[in-house]
């Protein structure tokens, strides 16, 4: 056997077995199938912590990368796709809304969620080869928000991110008009966005962007530059117009 074929059998094992519990108990209501996925899904989880809870038809791919702390919830529907070489990590009480999607399928992959976490329903995060996210602790994404890229998505504490937003570190090449766009590769930077900003319903940031502490983002707004620590911004492009110590007559333009 081919050392190549030997680093894959590890993974298709786990694979393998992922998919004959998830099977056999996914299904199984509640309140038993709470207690018996806490019990078995213990056996092919890289770790897990105590009183996590893990509803009915929650999908895992390759569970022996998920870790997860104390008091976890994840909700029905919730599909996490991963493979070995990669990592997702839930600190403890993560909470994890119905139908949210965690894909992390490249090489060198990672996702990691802080204590307190919460990610609404339909959240979408999307890890590309050698990407990573990490959303700091007591942050709240909204529902139907899309987090993606190859390059790295840091979002501080205590953020509040409203429904629909739109988080994307990178950016496809498209210089040579003779070829197809997708042919062409892609770049990227990264994105941070500071500890205790909010961002508005719809807003959209694009990658080599930081937003910086205290920020505010107005609804809607595209974020294609640098905002200053405590400024707030808003429209497309998003332009600063005013420091929160300024804010009283803007905020009739901010919308959750």
């Known amino acids: 056997m081919s050392p190549e074929k030997?680093?894959?059998?590890?993974?298709?094992?786990?694979?393998g077995t992922t998919l004959i519990l998830t099977t056999l108990v996914g299904w199984v209501p509640l309140p038993p199938g709470i207690l018996l996925r806490s019990l078995l899904y213990r056996t092919i989880c890289g770790r897990m912590g105590k009183s996590v809870k893990i509803q009915r038809n929650v999908d895992?791919?390759?569970?022996?990368c998920i870790e997860m702390g104390d008091g976890v919830t994840i909700s029905s529907g919730v599909d996490i796709e991963i493979r070995?070489?990669?990592q997702v990590y839930f600190d403890n009480l993560a909470y994890l809304d119905r139908d949210v999607r965690i894909s992390c399928i490249g090489k060198d992959g990672r996702v990691y969620l802080g204590e307190q976490v919460r990610l609404d329903r339909g959240v979408d995060i999307k890890v590309h080869q050698g990407g990573q996210t990490e959303i700091g602790d007591r942050t709240y994404i909204g529902p139907y928000t899309c987090l993606s890229g190859y390059g790295t998505i840091k979002i501080g504490k205590d953020c509040l991110i409203a429904s629909h937003s739109a988080i994307y570190a990178h950016n496809y090449n498209f210089a040579d008009p003779t070829r197809n766009i997708k042919d062409q590769g892609y770049s990227y930077k990264g994105i941070v966005i500071e500890d205790d900003c909010w961002l508005g319903s719809g807003v959209r940031v694009l990658d080599g962007v930081t937003i910086g502490q205290g920020c505010v983002i107005g609804a809607g707004a595209v974020v294609t530059k640098?905002?200053?620590?405590y400024s707030v911004a808003v429209g497309v492009p998003a332009k600063v117009v005013s420091q929160r110590s300024q804010s009283k007559?803007?905020?009739?333009?901010?919308?959750?």
């Open 6 to 15: 030997k680093r894959q059998s590890p993974s298709q094992w786990s694979r």
């Open 60 to 64: 895992f791919t390759d569970a022996c």
């Open 84 to 86: 070995q070489e990669n």
């Open 226 to 229: 640098d905002i200053p620590p």
């Open 249 to 256: 007559s803007s905020r009739h333009i901010l919308f959750n």
